[in-house]
């Protein structure tokens, strides 16, 4: 049995080859893969969320007014275990809709806004969009200061009579 060594055959072999490996590092380059971090202007354009237009008008839909920058942006992981901190967080997110298990051991962004219509509260409180491939994963509203809250990311109704105190505030004004 001989062998022919074809020429023809073996260029073509080889352009597809590199055709191939060429469209795979564009790809790469090119598009973000799962678990890659996604410049803004990739928005996605179902949520919205890619911009920070897109995220303001979210906290806006919630009923909040919020600062026109972020006051900060940073990375984390959900971990792998949940501590009891992150269990009781995690209780706040499930109360609202959300599951960061699903998350454990993914990159997510947190986007910090500052909201500027709480009640009673003109400064010192903040918004937390927890986003994962571009979807609000999980968030809060909470006070920055020593003695301060935590609350899921919807505004809560506030009476007009009563300053925008919660019932937990009356009950404690009642007791004493």
């Known amino acids: 049995m001989t062998f022919r060594f074809r020429w023809k055959l073996a260029t073509l072999l080889l352009l597809v080859g ?4 060429a469209g795979g590092l564009f790809l790469k380059d090119g598009l ?6 996604r410049p803004a202007e990739t928005d996605n354009a179902s949520s919205g969320l890619g911009t920070n237009e897109g ?5 806006i839909a919630l009923g909040w007014e919020v600062g026109e920058e972020p006051e900060e942006i940073r990375e984390v992981v959900i971990p792998q275990e949940f501590d009891e901190t992150y269990q009781q967080y995690n209780q706040l997110q499930e109360e609202q809709g959300f599951d960061l298990e ?3 051991g993914q990159r997510a962004k947190v986007y910090t806004y500052q909201i500027l219509n709480y ?3 003109p400064e ?3 918004a937390h969009l927890l986003i994962c491939d571009w979807k609000v994963i999980g968030g809060d509203v909470c ?3 020593l003695d301060g809250f935590m609350q899921g990311l919807e505004q809560p109704e506030f009476s007009q009579d009563d300053g925008g105190s919660s019932g937990e505030e009356e009950a404690a004004s009642q007791e004493e």
């Open 119 to 121: 009640p009673d509260r």
């Open 18 to 21: 590199a055709a191939v490996l």
């Open 124 to 126: 010192g409180i903040v």
């Open 32 to 37: 973000p893969l799962p678990g890659e971090d």
């Open 102 to 104: 699903r998350y454990r």
């Open 143 to 145: 006070s920055v200061e």
């Open 55 to 59: 995220r303001r008008q979210y906290l």
